[in-house]
């Protein structure tokens, strides 16, 4: 930076390295834990560097508690979410941005909309377990990869309307309009133009809605069993009556971290994309 000398360049990278150092020491630790057997967790003081690492922890997880079935359960849940939020919450949050409706209604809906994320999710899940545990056509939602889904689908719906209509509202409605004149219906034109457009938002939005359903808790705790049963779930799992199984737990820890990371490094560049795009009104 013009301007700027040798110790503020110093103090700068120094005050980075250290706040970098802060993000990364419990990540450090977790994968630490992960490794070391009961032995060396009894250790004091702790060791900072595994002496003698193991894969005991994983192998009981993967193997012994089929810990991959649980991953499969977060995985579908969050995808059912994803779509489900994504795509009703697209179409509404086009039809909010493009339609006027009669006294203001636009701002009531989506104020209305907004005050309900609000909702602490303790006021609606016990309502929730007694509606899931009702047999409809022979079926219950309870313990329900479907059910489950629905729920954190509906619960990230205010996030998507808000997200998307603020992307729908950068695009020129002149390009719409003039594929309107040449014969376009409003789905088409949705189809054709604005959603290429807003393709990085879009991209952005699924994968914060699946991040959020990859780690919700509450809900999921209440609304599912063992058929159902998440990864967020099953890592509180390995807290027993009498004994908690450190190393299992942050075993369990690195598991359900990792494909979340993945997903993200692999798409940095939509997310920032789409959150930059997100962020300029014209």
């Known amino acids: 930076m013009v301007g700027e000398t040798t110790f503020e360049r110093y103090a700068k990278h120094i005050a980075v390295a250290v706040v970098v150092l802060l993000i990364l020491l419990p ?11 009961r032995a060396e967790f009894a250790a004091r003081p702790p060791t900072l560097i595994v002496e003698q690492p193991t894969t005991a922890n994983y192998y009981d997880l993967l193997v012994t ?20 939020a994504v795509t009703v919450g697209t179409l509404a949050a086009y039809a909010l941005s493009r339609f006027r409706l009669p006294k203001n209604f636009n701002y009531h809906l989506l104020f209305t909309i907004l005050t309900i994320r609000m909702f602490p999710p303790i006021v609606t899940v016990i309502p929730l377990f007694a509606f899931y545990n009702r047999e409809f056509f022979g079926f219950k939602l309870y313990d329900t990869q479907i059910g489950l889904g629905l729920i954190h689908g509906f619960m990230e719906l205010p996030l998507v ?27 088409a034109v949705l189809r054709k133009i604005a959603l290429p457009l807003v393709a990085p938002g879009l991209a952005a939005t699924f994968i914060l809605v699946f991040i959020s359903s990859w780690n919700e808790f509450l809900v999921a705790l209440i609304l599912t069993g063992s058929r159902a049963q998440t990864l967020p779930i099953a890592v509180a799992g390995q807290i027993g009556q009498y004994d908690v199984q450190w190393g299992n737990m942050m075993a369990a820890g690195v598991i359900t971290t990792i494909p979340v990371l993945i997903l993200a490094l692999l798409t940095q560049r939509y997310l920032t994309r789409g959150l930059a795009v997100g962020g300029v009104t014209g």
């Open 27 to 37: 990540v450090y630790w977790m994968v630490n834990m992960s490794l070391k057997d």
């Open 161 to 187: 309307l808000w997200m998307m209509i603020g992307f729908f509202r950068d695009i020129p409605r002149d390009m719409e309009e003039a594929a309107l004149v040449d014969g376009d219906s409003r789905f």
């Open 65 to 84: 508690q089929r810990f991959y079935l649980k991953g499969r359960n977060s995985l579908i849940v969050a995808i059912i979410a994803a779509t489900l």
